[in-house]
């Protein structure tokens, strides 16, 4: 599978790519090979949102080689361009099924989370996939003067997939600062996957996701974490959405809110 496989559809300004989990974790497992490194944001509404509004977090993102549509109201966006996708590819879920279907030789390095959950995330994996290959975990409780000794031993461990969940803005603006300083590997931001897959925080019922309503469930199951940046970047999506496609020019690569 090579690069132009993975079909490029904009939304507000931001190239998604229209894939899916098979297609998606076939590609990742042969880009490992190239010896490069390469970065993956699972983007949902508040990541487009931001990258619109925010121009420190545009930045951060500059260097993001592939955003992949974690939400399903960025599928229904580009099935609007005629992307047929039928599901999401939603981190948690990406996670999981990379990971299982990339046993040894594939290796993975865990970056996030505190460290009872990843020690939960890394037994759940070899429960699920006893070939799995773990080579280095790190809690997402440091500070950034120790992310020299973090990145050294990443390269010292060379691993094929470095998965990031310290949640947004933060995985964001690390894999920026710090991308050019990894010597191979691929970088997948997908933020709520370890507490998911960990089985520390409880995901959004099957139903609710296919109707769009996961963060629906997360706000109720966080709301005062939650309730405010909810409630701001859903709206401000939606208003950016609406008036794009009253201009013409939501789906336009220059898009301009």
């Known amino acids: ?15 998604v790519r229209a894939t899916s989990y098979a297609d998606l974790t076939l590609f990742c497992q042969q880009e490992s090979k190239n010896g490069r490194v390469i970065s993956l944001d ?7 949102t931001m990258r619109c509004l925010d121009a420190d977090f545009r930045e ?14 960025l599928i229904w966006c580009l099935n609007n361009q005629q992307a047929n996708l039928k599901d999401r590819v939603y981190g948690p879920a990406f996670m999981k099924h990379c990971v ?25 994996f070899e429960k699920w996939q006893p070939e799995v290959q ?8 440091f500070k950034e003067e120790s992310s020299v000794e973090i990145v050294e031993e990443i390269n010292r461990l060379a691993p094929d997939f470095i998965w990031v969940g310290l949640g947004t803005p933060k995985q964001q603006a690390w894999i920026h600062q710090h991308k050019d300083q990894i010597k191979r590997g691929l970088l997948l931001a997908v933020g709520f996957a370890f507490d998911v897959n960990a089985g520390t925080k409880p995901d959004a019922p099957m139903w609710m996701q296919n109707m769009g309503l996961g963060w629906l469930f997360r706000l109720l199951s966080e709301p005062r974490r939650l309730f405010g940046r909810y409630l701001y970047y859903n709206t401000m999506f939606l208003f950016l959405l609406v008036r794009g496609l009253l201009k013409g020019n939501a789906w336009k690569r220059g898009f301009a809110p």
């Not at 699972?42 to 487009?48: D, L, P, V």
């Not at 279907?101 to 020690?119: I, N, Q, R, V």
């Not at 773990?134 to 409780?141: A, I, K, L, P, R």
């Open 100 to 124: 299982n279907h990339s046993p040894k030789p594939f290796t993975h390095f865990f970056l996030g989370g505190s460290d009872a959950c990843l020690e939960q995330l890394k037994q759940a």
């Open 1 to 15: 599978m090579k690069v132009n496989d993975l079909p490029c559809h904009h939304i507000l300004g931001t190239p």
């Open 60 to 73: 951060q993102t500059s260097n993001v080689d592939y955003f992949i549509p974690d939400g399903m109201p």
């Open 134 to 141: 773990v080579v280095g975990m790190q809690n997402g409780y």
């Open 42 to 48: 699972f983007s949902n509404t508040q990541i487009i």
